[in-house]
């Protein structure tokens, strides 16, 4: 599977609280209704970026905190393709995966805001169409997923 769009990047760190806030989980109950406060402690009006395929980039420990499921869903019902990041924590690791939000474990450092990017998740390949360049990604381990299993990057 190929996918492409833009790069938004955010730093390390990035804990579920920024990806969409305790405060608005309890508000609504429709992750749908969740996706205009998307990243809006880090960037406000994140979602009026967004276009569907676009990619989120972090670096290291991207989705650390608490273990909350609405994080991976919120970025997928965003139209986000996939979240890039050096590393992600375990659990939001696992929640992505379980939801089928592609989590690439890849080194982000030479990616930008505004890069143009390709993903080949069958290949494992992060391709920059700005910049020029490949980066490779790591594979996912065949037991990822309890819901699907993943062979190298293909699901079967």
């Known amino acids: 599977m190929r996918l492409e769009g833009i ?9 579920t609280d920024y990806i969409i806030s305790a405060k ?5 109950s429709d992750i749908k209704q969740m996706v205009e406060f998307i990243m809006e402690d880090i960037r406000p009006e994140f979602y009026k ?8 980039v972090g670096g290291i420990n991207f989705g650390c905190g608490s273990s909350r499921e609405a994080a991976p869903a919120v970025i997928k019902e965003a139209g986000i393709a996939a979240v890039l990041a050096t590393g992600f924590a375990r659990i939001f690791f696992r929640n ?10 890849v ?8 890069d143009q990017l390709r993903v080949d998740l069958d290949k494992g390949t992060v391709e920059n169409l700005t910049k020029g360049g490949i980066i490779t990604t790591q594979p ?12 190298g990057w293909r699901i079967i």
Request: net charge negative; no cysteine; proline share 6%.
């Open 140 to 151: 996912y381990h065949p037991l990822s997923s309890g819901l699907f299993m993943l062979e």
């Open 49 to 56: 970026e967004i276009k569907p395929g676009d990619f989120i």
């Open 24 to 28: 608005h989980k309890g508000r609504f």
């Open 107 to 114: 080194d982000t450092k030479s990616i930008q805001e505004g």
């Open 7 to 15: 790069a938004h990047v955010f730093g390390d760190h990035i804990n």
């Open 96 to 105: 992505a995966i379980n939801i089928g939000l592609p989590a690439v474990r």
